[in-house]
């Protein structure tokens, strides 16, 4: 089974169960009350179970590579699903979909586009800077890329793809409008290390390549406890 086939499945038992959770009446874990004081690096009364964050972004390619000579990015767009493992500590699955104008054929070959589809699971950690506003870091610790070449010169070939693996590093603001609705703001530096059959003069050039995102998008939360919480306490 594929990692994205694993994300797919997880993703709609997630879901599923998230709707159904958001249905229950949740009891206020014991102590917890409107005016319990916040840190930096606590809240209990901003925990959350599960999130969802939907929303787009612009890609910027960057460095010596066939991404940072080749790309210049144009859009892209993002799904997540986030659940909080122990306080603010949470596990996450993503899909994206980031794209792009080739910029240099010469270097890159006779296509015109690329759109690089993004499948990740990530870990991470929330804190509190202010009242309503959160701060997360992400990091991925496994992925797969798929990348789709297209709008061939030769009406011979409709597409080519490429895969390969990303190490992706984040960070997003999140401003909450209500307890379970917020819009966010995020960056990340993406590495791309690819599998391109390429001659052995031109790997170091296609073997990695490197680009930036920059995201705005919207957030919903369910449930007001991590989920060690709700089988120990």
């Not at 612009?58 to 990015?73: A, H, I, R, V, Y």
């Not at 306080?87 to 794209?99: R, W």
Request: aromatic share 16%.
């Amino acid at each position: 089974m594929t990692l994205r086939s694993i994300i797919k499945a997880i993703w709609f038992i997630g879901l599923g169960l998230c709707c159904s959770l958001g249905f229950a009446q949740e009891k206020q874990p014991e102590g917890v009350t409107e005016d319990t004081k916040s840190s930096f690096f606590n809240s209990q009364e901003r925990q959350r179970f599960f999130a969802f964050m939907i929303g787009g972004h612009k890609p910027f390619t960057s460095g010596d590579n066939f991404m940072g000579e080749g790309l210049e990015g144009k859009s892209g767009i993002d799904f997540k699903v986030q659940m909080y493992i122990y306080k603010h500590l949470f596990v996450g699955l993503a899909t994206s979909a980031s794209y792009f104008n080739v910029t240099n054929q010469e270097r890159l070959g006779n296509y015109r586009k690329s759109r690089i589809a993004e499948n990740y699971v990530y870990v991470g950690y929330e804190f509190f800077p202010i009242d309503q506003l959160r701060l997360g870091l992400n990091i991925s610790v496994d992925s797969d890329l798929d990348f789709k070449n297209h709008g061939f010169s030769n009406s011979n070939i409709a597409e080519q793809h490429d895969s390969g693996k990303l190490n992706r590093y984040g960070l997003y603001l999140q401003y909450e409008l209500t307890k379970h609705f917020m819009i966010y703001i995020d960056y990340s530096y993406n590495v791309s290390k690819m599998d391109i059959m390429v001659p052995s003069e031109l790997d170091n050039f296609f073997s990695k390549g490197t680009y930036h995102t920059v995201g705005l998008g919207l957030t919903f939360s369910i449930g007001s406890r991590d989920l060690i919480s709700r089988f120990v306490d």
